[in-house]
């Protein structure tokens, strides 16, 4: 080829194409022959760590014809990746790419081609979804394609109708330029590429192209949900969100958040009723109950320190505990919990830990919170079916429409301890399947992933999921580590039963010992476990009603004075938090760009590499 003046150089990407690479690569030098002059193009199948007959193929090929080369690979790098590779190294100043099976009618080659030749446009890309010229797809791809298409337009920006289309051409000076921005090497690599070019300026043409759907069309979970759906959010942060993250925003963005979570206090609570509740009781003893909650905090970094420690991070209890302050006032605005994603980059912001062992340090500590409440409240509910039967059956008279409380209440109970239930019996499920799988040296995540997904995604979201539950089942491999940890659930649990009964103290509440510690667990157990289904941000509502209804089933105790508390005792702890997420977010001074830039440090064996400083 040395004696050839190359200007466009063809890639077809291949993966195990054995049935259709001969003639692919036939008519592509036929059509190319028609429109530009001999000696001036080539045609390079990038084959990607095929393991039919592919290779064989091509390298007779390229021994047949010089205007051929074959570039191997002996591991799958993506499509994407396997593109690089070849544009790299390929001859031409115009880099063309199309989908082997030829779905995209080759008449439109020579338009794809001399758009970029011409200089005319630095890219160019045939397309499905021009309105007036659709192509006709079938509805189990062209759904999600249009949905997909949707997504990319609306949170990146882009004024493109397809981007998924396999038939596209760009200048190698926009490709030099663009390929070190792009980050994917999958199949999301020429959508980055187009929308950053249209960012950057750069000249791009979408024409209408006929289009036969060819091969197998289904929809694939790790490639359209895990694999583009994930790249879509994260070139949408660092288009909308990173430009304009810093530490002043994030300070900012932490202070509303407990702002949010104060007035959506009050949205789903009558703030007369919670200022009427709050007068009816001892303010002395109110704030007693807010200090005793208060040092549960430490304990809480305290276990998160020693969770983290088994994963290989030696961090400071008060970094942790401030961490813990500022994603528990995330989840008063975000329901399921989904404020502990905020815990996740910030540990991997300030400590460089990452999100894999972030999260499953944060789910080792969820399983273990939920088994703690679990274990509080099931015991509550044997002991009163053996020593206090009659107890039990006025609760669930009480539930069935008995007793002074509201319908509302009562249904609002009904639905709390249904999900207590289902969240409980889960997480001593999840307890059980972690213990036994730590014992087992045994992989299911990678089959079980190939299993349902041969894209070469497989690899990147199997890497991540065997992270997460190997960070899982270490912590559980260790019985000392998980009984420090269990011990620690009941202590921190424990207090907040306490901070409860002492709230029943400011009421003026006198019941007996027994008595109210079993109704206290109760209560607090069946609340807590409710709070973790999406049904209001921080269970609000939910708990208030559970703690209410059992109180009022189990005691003497009247409505007015159960509710008070209930409502009381849940406002105490709220505003602790969200006062300990303000400060924790001002004193931590945490940066959302460090977090969402910061790469995780660790050695091959998942340990830190270089311990935290202190700060």
């Known amino acids: 080829m040395s004696e050839r003046s190359v200007e466009v150089s063809v890639v077809l990407p291949a993966y195990n194409e054995e049935a259709t690479i001969e003639e692919t690569v036939a008519v592509s030098l036929a059509t190319l022959d028609s429109f530009l002059p001999a000696g001036s193009y080539e045609v390079i199948v990038a084959e990607d760590g095929c393991d039919d007959r592919t290779p064989a193929i091509a390298d007779r090929l390229a021994a047949e014809d010089d205007r051929v080369s074959h570039f191997h690979s002996d591991e799958r790098l993506g499509r994407g990746g396997a593109l690089e590779r070849a544009f790299a190294a390929a001859d031409g100043d115009t880099l063309v790419y199309y989908d082997t099976d030829l779905a995209t009618d080759m008449s439109h080659l020579e338009e794809l081609v001399e758009s970029v030749r011409s200089g005319e446009w630095d890219l160019a890309t045939g397309s499905r979804w021009i309105p007036g010229e659709e192509a006709d797809r079938p509805a189990k791809r062209g759904i999600p394609s249009r949905g997909f298409n949707f997504l990319v337009r609306t949170v990146l920006g882009s004024n493109l109708r397809d981007h998924q289309a396999g038939f596209k051409a760009l200048s190698r000076e926009a490709f030099e330029a663009l390929q070190p921005a792009v980050q994917d090497e999958h199949w999301f690599w020429d959508t980055e590429m187009l929308v950053k070019a249209q960012r950057r300026g750069y000249r791009v043409k979408e024409f209408p ?49 407990s702002v949010v979570a104060v007035m959506l206090m009050f949205l789903y609570l009558d703030p007369k ?14 704030a007693v ?128 301890i249904a999900v207590a239930l289902g969240v409980g019996t889960v997480a001593i499920g999840a307890v059980v399947a972690i213990v036994v799988s730590a014992r087992s040296e045994t992989n299911r995540i990678r089959p079980l992933i190939e299993w ?38 009941l202590t921190i649990w424990g207090i907040d039963v306490l901070t409860a009964l002492v709230v029943f103290g400011a009421f003026g509440v006198d019941l007996p010992l027994a008595t109210l510690l079993a109704v206290g667990f109760f209560a607090v157990s069946v609340g807590n ?87």
Request: charged share 20%; proline share 4%; net charge neutral.
């Open 529 to 615: 476990l409710a709070k973790v289904l999406p049904l209001s941000p921080g269970g609000i509502g939910l708990y208030e009603a559970a703690f209410t209804v059992l109180v009022v089933a189990l005691t003497p105790v009247g409505p007015a004075i159960a509710l008070a508390a209930a409502i009381v005792d849940h406002a105490v702890k709220n505003v602790v938090t969200v006062l300990g997420g303000a400060v924790s977010m001002i004193a931590l001074n945490v940066s959302l760009t460090e977090a969402v830039d910061g790469t995780g440090d660790v050695t091959p064996d998942g340990k830190a590499a270089h311990p935290s400083a202190d700060e």
């Open 273 to 286: 009723s919670v200022l009427a509740a709050m007068a009816g009781a001892d303010p002395v003893l109110v």
């Open 209 to 257: 192209v006929e289009w036969t759907p060819k091969g197998d069309s289904k929809v694939d979970l790790v490639r359209d949900v895990f694999g583009m759906g994930s790249q879509v959010l994260r070139v949408g942060w660092e288009f909308r969100v990173k430009p304009y993250a810093n530490r002043r925003t994030g300070m900012l963005v932490g202070i509303s958040l």
């Open 289 to 416: 109950a807010a200090a005793i909650y208060l040092t549960s905090w430490p304990l809480r970094g305290r276990r998160y320190r020693d969770i983290l420690r088994e994963l290989g991070f030696n961090e400071r209890t008060g970094f942790l505990t401030g961490a813990i302050f500022i994603s528990q006032t995330g989840n008063l605005v975000f329901p399921a919990r989904a404020g502990d994603a905020v815990r996740a980059y910030v540990v991997k912001a300030r400590r460089s830990v990452p999100y894999a062992s972030g999260f499953a340090s944060l789910a080792v500590e969820r399983v273990f919170d939920l088994l703690t409440i679990t274990l509080l409240a099931g015991s509550v509910l044997v002991g009163l079916a053996v020593f206090s039967p009659a107890d039990l059956a006025t609760l669930t008279a009480t539930l069935l429409g008995g007793g002074d409380v509201s319908a509302a209440q009562r249904e609002s109970a009904r639905t709390a």
């Open 452 to 489: 349902a997904s041969d894209d070469s995604y497989v690899e990147y979201v199997a890497t991540i999921i065997e992270r997460f539950v190997g960070d899982v089942q270490t912590v559980a491999a260790d019985r000392r580590a998980f009984a420090r940890v269990g011990v620690a659930s």
